[in-house]
């Protein structure tokens, strides 16, 4: 195991060892984009990445900057356009795994990509929803990449934009931050794992509400020295 990396490069592996090789996914730009390549190149060369764009089995040489980056384009298995990405494959039910992000997300997984503060009269008004709300409730299983700190979990999020464990809903099937990992039993958040380094004293302190720790609490795995070669580009060509 390498003992030099970052904590992003450990959220991305820890994302990345989530992934079975054959789901199609939903992915972003960022650290999501990050952890499906790797995925990719190590033990799932069967994922299917779709971005919001269009590009569907998209299979980039180099990381892209945008979801309209034209690597995305290059020997995918087709481009087609945002209405069918969201209509035909994501409300078609074909989307596996979805990864969010947001600003806020609380103690039941819900996310908030809107406003902090007031609606009305907001302290900061966010992008909005674009496609995450529709990914949240309609991909069969979620993942959440997020820094943590009390003002990113509050118990309760300011505005929910896409919603967790709500109305019977299992909300995420894991939220990783730069401090550990969390699954949800009976709709609230629990920690699981804490990556190497990081005490549960830590999590209670960037946490806005009392977190609940597993019984059987897990230490993450740090990266091999092989994803981190593949996460810092030393291996871009499949």
Not at 92 to 99: A, E, N, P, R, T
Not at 104 to 127: K, S
């Amino acid at each position: 195991m390498a003992t030099d990396y970052s904590a992003n490069e450990l959220m991305v592996c820890q994302a990345a060892r989530q992934l079975r090789d054959g789901e199609v996914v939903f992915v972003g730009i960022g650290l999501p984009n990050l952890a499906c390549n790797l995925a990719r190149r190590l033990h799932a060369p069967g994922l299917v990445l779709i971005y919001e764009s269009g590009a569907v089995g998209a299979e980039p040489k180099r990381l892209p900057i945008s979801i309209g980056d034209p690597s995305l384009v290059t020997n995918s298995l087709s481009v087609c356009s945002m209405f069918d990405v969201f209509s035909y494959y994501l409300q078609g039910g074909l989307i596996d795994v979805g990864f969010l992000q947001g600003a806020q997300i609380d103690r039941f997984g819900n996310l908030n990509t809107t406003v902090i503060g007031d609606y009305a009269r907001p302290a900061v008004r966010l992008p909005g929803s674009g496609g995450a709300c529709e990914i949240a409730l309609l991909a069969k299983r979620t993942f959440v990449i997020a820094p943590q700190s009390k003002r990113s979990f509050p118990e309760r999020v300011d505005f929910i934009t896409s919603p967790g464990c709500v109305d019977g809903r299992a909300g995420p099937a894991m939220v990783v931050t730069n401090l550990g990992c969390y699954e949800f039993v009976e709709g609230e958040m629990v920690l699981t794992a804490l990556h190497p380094g990081c005490t549960v004293e830590q999590v209670r302190e960037n946490t806005g509400w009392e977190i609940a720790i597993a019984e059987d609490l897990k230490y993450i795995e740090p990266p091999t020295a092989e994803e981190l070669r593949i996460i810092r580009g030393q291996d871009l060509q499949d």
